[in-house]
């Protein structure tokens, strides 16, 4: 037993010392260590890929397993109880994280007999076969230098069909970088030439035979490669890639798994796409507070998911707040977008990164103005300084920009709540010079943004309306029935009727249209607005749409308790106001309170019917909440508008309380304010009096 235990650890020195290995190990700075080992030679035609893992590792199992290595006549490896197995020649780089051999040293055996050991011996020359090798073998190609000489995609197939060199990442890596410098038609004809390339399977099993024993870099960039190529998600290929990063996840640094969030952010979901983004999230959450670079850290935000832990998502916001003072001015653009994409709302980060984007905001990008806005819609994110800064600078370098993108813009503002005054006015000017711009998309577009916003700019305002009106008109052959029903509901908002565009849409087969395909709940209820416009506005029309609309439910009420007892202690009583009233066109009103035509004295309340009374003037008071008014400012929106247009149409007079004011208000406070909107100025004095009578 001595014996053999001897033998066995002067065979393990033997072999420490005189096969030399290039194994190399470096730490990065996520806390992983990848391998680093250079072959000086190799050739795919002596190492079949699909074999070269096995064959590794078979040869360590047999040179350690028994510890007692025999050579038998033929020169191969054999041990006690083991079967034959060939000699095993590494050539250059393969497989990083596996045992290597310099090809100086060709692993030859031990000579034996069967009474045991007798010697050890290494070969140190180099075979015929080698010689012809090098000379035959084709050299490596980087992807750069080939998506420097070839010109297509089909050039890069013709190049690896010709000599095919490892990795074949390179050649997924030139493809896209050559397809990024085409056209949307030219990079749709290439990538169907590529499909059809008669190398391009050949290609593809090179790549899933090479993603074991490739870097993880190589692995990963060619996954990206393939999927921004468009080579659809479910076929072998990507899954087979996909489920080899999961195998190799712990081999990545923090470049890796920058490019792995990367990949994973532009896939869609499926059961692989989902196992590796839990490992990444666990990765991640294991290594956040050793990420160097703030990209990094962003890419990694934007990959994890909107469904990640509440837990984690606060952990790489602790990370970005205190990368703050290294954040550069994109790192601050993209965090908005970073944020967004795991639906976090991080105040303090997002008005940090809005300082300093206000701060440079000339130059910036226009796909980044519109990231900046969408993601603050997305989270729900309402800066006035920012959104300021946006539309000043664009008004400012406003004819830098086409009509398009301003109007793109727009749409955002008015997503937001947000009326930039000055580029709406700019914009409108500009579609009056260039009505040609105008097809039926944009007209919507447009009339939605500036009815929603209830923008009205004195100057143009009837000419704006009579040109976009025109352009309406345009469209009316080719129009559907949901566009011009939402382009004239615009119009009603803003007063204005144009005469083809309506009747048009009062036709019996467009109306029925409307009431039976599409969304017919939101159809019905625009229709009912219009019948209602028809009906109370100044219009040419004074007919109701002929087709019996739909009955809608009563407005839901949401009744101000604090209102309610603040014009109990004004009043009297609640004997002098009534609560919920519900008017005709399904208008409702949260107080009504009468009074005489000075309002300067209240009426008690009867179920008299006040329509036909002239001395009694009707007072309606609003409680409304902040999304009824643009943003930050007094001016309300579209449909708040048109409410009180037609309320006033119906003889009240309208106050509008701000519930988010209101609440903020003392009880006395509180009454003084409805004192001072409720009678009128003349009457104020003697309202004072009747107020201090009553506490």
């Not at 795919?44 to 397993?65: A, E, W, Y």
């Not at 949260?590 to 300067?600: G, I, L, P, Q």
């Amino acid at each position: 037993m001595n014996n053999k235990v001897g033998s066995f650890l002067w065979n393990l020195r033997q072999f420490n010392t005189s096969v030399p290995t290039s194994r190399t190990v470096r730490l990065y700075s996520m806390g992983f260590c990848r391998p680093k080992i250079v072959y000086s030679h190799w050739n795919l035609r002596n190492l079949p890929l699909n074999d070269f893992d096995n064959r590794v590792h078979s040869s360590i199992r047999h040179l350690f397993q028994d510890a007692f290595v025999f050579k038998s006549r033929d020169d191969a490896f054999q041990t006690k109880g083991m079967s034959t197995v060939a000699v095993l020649r590494v050539d250059r780089l393969l497989c990083p994280g596996q045992l290597s051999f310099d090809t100086k040293h060709s692993l030859v055996s031990v000579a034996t007999s069967d009474s045991g050991l007798k010697k050890v011996k290494f070969d140190h020359e180099v075979s015929n076969e080698d010689v012809l090798t090098k000379k035959t073998k084709p050299l490596p190609i980087s992807y750069r230098k080939l998506s420097q000489e070839c010109n297509s995609l089909s050039d890069v197939l013709d190049t690896f069909s010709k000599a095919p060199t490892f990795p074949s990442s390179n050649y997924f890596s030139a493809m896209w970088i050559i397809a990024k410098r085409m056209s949307d038609d030219q990079k749709h004809f290439e990538k169907q030439l590529m499909f059809n390339h008669p190398a391009f399977n050949q290609l593809c099993e090179h790549m899933m035979r090479e993603a074991k024993i490739m870097h993880c870099d190589h692995l990963l960039f060619s996954l990206h490669a393939i999927v921004k190529l468009g080579i659809p998600q479910n076929t072998l290929l990507v899954q087979s890639l996909l489920r080899v990063i999961q195998e190799r996840i712990n081999e990545c640094d923090e470049r890796c798994l920058s490019v792995l969030s990367t990949v994973l952010e532009a896939m869609e979901p499926c059961k692989n796409v989902h196992v590796l983004r839990e490992g990444l999230r666990i990765l991640v959450d294991q290594q956040v507070w050793k990420i160097e670079r703030v990209f990094t850290l962003q890419t990694m935000m934007k990959s994890i998911g909107k469904d990640a832990p509440i837990a984690f998502k606060r952990k790489l916001e602790m990370k970005a707040l205190r990368e703050l003072d290294r954040f550069s001015v994109l790192n601050s653009q993209r965090m908005f977008e970073a944020l967004a994409a795991m639906n976090h709302r991080s105040v303090i980060l997002l008005n940090e990164c809005s300082k300093m984007v206000i701060a440079n905001i000339h130059g910036c990008p226009f796909k980044i103005m519109v990231n900046i806005l969408q993601s603050c819609k997305d989270l729900r994110y309402h800066n006035l300084d920012l959104f300021k800064g946006v539309a000043d600078y664009v008004a400012t370098t406003f004819d830098i920009w086409t009509l398009k993108q301003v109007l793109f813009l727009l749409i955002l503002f008015e997503n937001l709540g947000f009326r930039p005054i000055g580029l709406l006015d700019l914009f409108m000017k500009s579609v009056i010079e260039k009505s040609e711009f105008l097809n039926m998309k944009n007209i919507v577009s447009i009339l939605h943004v500036y009815s929603s916003l209830n923008h009205v700019y004195k100057c143009q305002n009837k000419e704006f309306l009579e040109v976009m009106a025109s352009a309406l008109t345009g469209c009316l052959h080719h129009i559907s029935s949901e566009n011009l029903l939402n382009a004239v509901l615009s119009f009603c908002l803003m007063n204005y009727f144009p005469l083809a565009p309506v009747n048009q849409l009062l036709q019996k087969d467009i109306i029925s249209e409307l009431l039976t395909s599409g969304d017919m709940e939101r159809n019905a209820h625009k229709l009912c607005i219009l019948n209602t416009c028809l009906k109370l506005d100044d219009t040419p029309y004074h007919k109701a749409i002929d087709i019996p609309l739909p009955q809608l439910p009563p407005a839901p009420s949401y009744p101000n308790a604090k209102v309610a007892e603040a014009l109990s202690s004004l009043l009297g009583g609640e004997g002098y106001f009534s609560k919920n009233v519900q008017l005709p066109h399904n208008y409702h009103v949260d107080f009504e309170v009468r009074m005489d035509t000075n309002r300067s004295q209240v009426l008690p309340f009867s179920d008299m019917d006040v329509t036909s009374t002239t001395d009694i003037q009707r007072v309606a008071v609003l409680c409304v909440s902040r999304s009824t008014y643009c943003l930050d400012s007094s001016h309300p929106r579209g449909f708040l508008a048109m409410k009180v247009r037609h309320l006033n149409v119906m003889g009240f007079h309208v106050i509008l309380v701000n519930n988010w004011e209101m609440e903020k208000l003392e009880m006395e406070n509180a009454v003084t304010f409805l004192k001072t909107k409720i009678y009128s100025v003349e009457a104020l004095p003697t309202a004072n009096v009747n107020l201090q009578s009553t506490y």
